[in-house]
């Protein structure tokens, strides 16, 4: 393929294509890499350009653009019947059927390695951020991190669940995002009777939400 006129964002998903069917048998390794890179015809050094930390590189393009994808589900999903705790639930569910478990395994192994973690924990983060944003929220105080370390969690641990589960339709993956969010329930009426205490609300006060950040694939963690 041509590599004059580089679209950074359009390699950048050829690329991932290319490389989707490798993930199960290598992982998002540098062989798998170097094998997508084969596959599409590109100049590996234009490969290298667009993407630095070669597979790493990919396995988060592949988390964000799922992100991505479920903001606009969430956008155009009708969900006006259901209570909050059922649209966060039915967010969580929306992004989870988006990806591929095969794929999300091995991403989870690479971002296990110690060298990574940082960047899975800001992935799981971006998550939670965009479910919020895309329901609405609108707090800009400690709520903003409440709400989102604590929607890390569920999806941290339900991914985890959601990973080896093999019920049908993988409804025992969904009962457990069902208790886990009645948990976290659970923790905001406790969190609304602590913060309440003298001298704690003033002091939590002093936090305040980021600036709005570009959406996801837009920056490198």
Known sequence: MKNDHLDIGRMKAELLEALKPHVPFDGWSEPAFRQAVSDLAVDPGVARLVCPRGALDLAVEYHRA?????????????????????????????RLELVD????????????????????AK???????????????????????????TLSGVISGTVLYWMGDESEGRAASWEFLDRRIAEVMQIEKIK?????????????GCLQA???????GRTTP
Do not use: C
């Open 66 to 94: 799922a992100d991505r994808a479920a903001a606009a589900g969430i956008a155009d999903a009708d969900w006006a019947g259901l209570k909050f705790r059922e649209k966060v639930a039915a967010a969580v569910r929306l």
């Open 101 to 120: 478990p095969e794929l999300v395994r091995r991403a989870a192994a690479l971002m296990a390695l110690p060298q990574h973690a940082a960047t899975g």
């Open 123 to 149: 992935l799981v983060w971006e998550s939670a951020d965009m479910i919020w944003t895309a329901l609405g929220d609108s707090s800009r105080d400690y709520n903003w991190y409440s709400k989102r370390l």
């Open 192 to 204: 609304g009777r602590v913060t309440g205490l003298p001298g704690l609300k003033s002091l939590l």
């Open 210 to 216: 980021p600036e709005p950040r570009p959406a996801p």
